[in-house]
C-alpha cells in the first residue's frame, strides 16, 4: 500500500492507496500522526509494507521516526472521539439484517473467502485488498459514505443527487464508545471502526434509520428486541446532503430522549 500525504487533495482509499490529507500542511497534529501510525500497523499486521509518499521530506522522516520507534507496535491506537458511527446497506441486505438480528462481514454473508470476493469487486473504485471483506466497516454518523458505497453499483447523476431522486441507503448506528468494547473492533486508521465477522445487534445498536419508502418491505418482518430501535424517515425528495443532515439530526435528538 502506498500513504500519500498531501495538501487539499481528495481523501480516501483506492486501488492500493491512501490519499492523507494533512489540514495544516506541513504541520501533523498528534491525531494525524496516530491515524497514519494505525494504517501502517494495520498494514503490516496483514503483511503489506507501507511506502510513504510525500514532496516534503521533513514528513516522511517524522512518520518514518514514529514507526521505527521502540513503542510503535506496543501502542495502542484509537480513533478520533466521535459520538456515532453507522453501517450503511441497500434494503436487500437491511432486510436480512433486521430479520436475523445480525450485522455480518461479507466473508459471513455470502460464504466466500476475502480473497474471492476481492476478485469480485476488482473492478469496483476502491479495490479493497482480501482482508477488508472479513469485516464490517463504518464511516462517521454525519458522513455521506454509506450512500456513495450503497449507490456505486449505479450512481445517480449529479441532478438526481440534488432533486432526491435515488435511494439512500439504510443506516444502522452505533454509539463509537459501544462500540470500543466489542471483541472484534480493529481501529485501520481510516475507518473510525472496523468490527470483525458479526455484530449481535440487539447488545450494540443504537438506533436503525430506514428511509420511509421502504417501510412497507421492512416493517413487519424486524425482529421484536429491534422494532422500538427501527425509525422510518421521510426522504421528502431531499438531497443527499439534506437528507444526511436530517438523518443526523434525528439520531442526535433520538439520543437525547433516551
Not at 175 to 192: A, E, M, Q, S, V
Not at 241 to 251: E, G, H, L, R
Request: overall charge negative; hydrophobic content about 35%; proline content about 4%.
Amino acid at each position: 500500500m502506498l500513504l500519500k500525504i498531501a495538501s487539499n487533495q481528495a481523501k480516501g482509499i483506492e486501488r492500493g492507496v491512501y490519499y492523507f490529507d494533512l489540514v495544516n500542511y506541513p504541520q501533523i497534529s498528534a491525531k494525524e500522526m496516530e491515524r497514519m501510525s494505525a494504517f501502517i500497523k494495520y498494514e503490516e499486521f496483514y503483511n503489506r509494507k507501507t511506502e510513504i509518499i510525500c514532496e516534503d521530506d521533513n514528513i516522511v522522516s517524522a512518520v518514518n521516526s514514529v514507526v521505527n520507534s521502540s513503542d510503535f507496535y506496543e501502542k495502542n491506537y484509537l480513533p478520533e472521539e466521535v459520538e456515532f458511527v453507522y453501517h450503511g446497506t441497500g434494503i436487500k441486505s437491511a432486510f436480512e439484517i433486521l430479520s436475523g438480528g445480525k450485522l455480518l462481514s461479507a466473508v459471513k454473508v455470502y460464504g466466500k473467502t476475502g480473497e474471492e470476493l476481492a476478485y469480485e469487486k476488482r473492478e469496483s473504485p476502491w479495490n479493497d485488498p482480501a482482508d477488508y471483506f472479513e469485516y464490517i466497516m463504518f464511516c462517521n454518523g454525519d458522513d455521506v459514505t454509506g450512500d456513495y458505497v450503497v449507490l456505486s453499483d449505479s450512481f445517480p447523476s449529479e441532478e438526481d443527487l440534488l432533486n432526491g431522486s435515488f435511494n439512500p441507503c439504510v443506516r444502522f448506528y452505533f454509539r463509537l464508545k459501544t462500540l470500543l468494547l466489542h471483541p472484534g473492533f480493529i481501529f485501520d486508521g481510516y475507518h473510525p471502526a472496523k468490527i470483525k465477522d458479526e455484530i449481535i445487534l440487539s447488545d450494540y445498536l443504537h438506533s436503525c434509520i430506514v428511509p420511509k419508502q421502504f417501510k412497507h418491505n421492512i416493517s413487519g418482518y424486524v425482529c421484536p428486541e429491534l422494532v422500538a430501535k427501527v425509525h422510518y424517515l421521510p426522504q421528502d425528495n431531499l438531497s443527499l446532503s439534506d437528507w444526511n443532515k436530517a438523518v443526523y439530526d434525528f439520531v442526535m435528538d433520538t439520543d437525547a430522549i433516551i
